[in-house]
């Protein structure tokens, strides 16, 4: 399916069906999901390169319809106990609102009331510099961006800024608290 870009195209739907019928379907049948559930995902291997929120349902549903989806880079980050924190810093960066018009959603559902401070960054001003400008201040971040997995070089995957890609090694340099 890849360089299937064009909006007509809809042979993706065939795979994220399948893969939502095989994924998916089980725990709601087994009563473990309910409409509206939140669904925390912790892929693994090859499942890091499945877009989770766009498999599809038998009524073409997108699974972000119907579940608000949280990602976890390892299953421990649930066992472990959240840390004390007192009031934090909070910047949302929300690069492409054109191409992800949920984004500007899914930022406002994070409660404001939260933190001691909110930024948010907005189309040309969710760029690389203003990441890494406000990154060491901001205690949680919050990016709604395309992204991109580099298979045989990983630190070269990325997040799509505004102005240019921020990629994982230079992510893995920033000074976060």
Do not use: C
Not at 21 to 35: S, Y
Not at 50 to 75: E, V
Not at 144 to 163: E, I
């Amino acid at each position: 399916l890849r360089g299937k870009t064009s909006p007509e195209n809809e042979l993706w739907k065939g795979p994220a069906s399948f893969l939502f019928r095989t994924l998916v379907q089980p725990f709601i049948e087994r009563g473990f999901l309910k409409e509206g559930d939140h669904l925390i995902i912790s892929p693994h291997g090859r499942l890091l390169e499945i877009p989770f929120a766009s498999l599809l349902d038998s009524n073409d549903n997108l699974l972000i319809q119907r579940f608000t989806l949280s990602y976890l880079p390892s299953a421990s980050h649930i066992l472990s106990r959240p840390k004390e924190t007192t009031a934090s810093t909070f910047l949302a960066l929300v690069p492409d609102r054109a191409s992800l018009p949920f984004a500007e959603v899914e930022v406002a559902a994070i409660p404001a009331t939260l933190f001691s401070s909110e930024t948010v960054l907005r189309d040309e001003q969710a760029t690389t510099s203003e990441l890494m400008n406000h990154a060491a201040t901001s205690d949680v971040m919050h990016i709604a961006a395309h992204g991109s997995m580099h298979r045989w070089h990983p630190l070269f995957s990325y997040l799509q800024m505004n102005d240019a890609p921020f990629e994982l090694h230079r992510i893995l340099n920033l000074k976060l608290s």
